[in-house]
């Protein structure tokens, strides 16, 4: 279901997200918070890494281990738009 989408059908749930991206939960699924708590053993498990690691998984939890090493995603991620 694309956003256009979910903002034509469920208008309430379009909106909470656009205001809270980071803890937002969408009905029976999980917010980036809830995300970022289940992804944080893999995180540490790859800052231990002393060899090169190859991440294969879907785009969001690819994007959050990247923003990770990158950026503090606590404070950017809700102010991102995808």
Known sequence: MTYDE???HYPQDYKLR???KLHYRYPMGESYIDLIERIEPVIFEI??????????????????ILKQFLFNYYFTLNN???
């Not at 800052?47 to 959050?64: A, D, G, M, Q």
């Open 6 to 8: 979910i903002k034509e």
């Open 18 to 20: 656009n205001e809270n």
């Open 47 to 64: 800052e231990r890494s002393r060899h090169p690691v190859i991440v294969v998984n879907k785009f969001h939890i690819y994007f959050l």
């Open 80 to 82: 991102l738009d995808f």
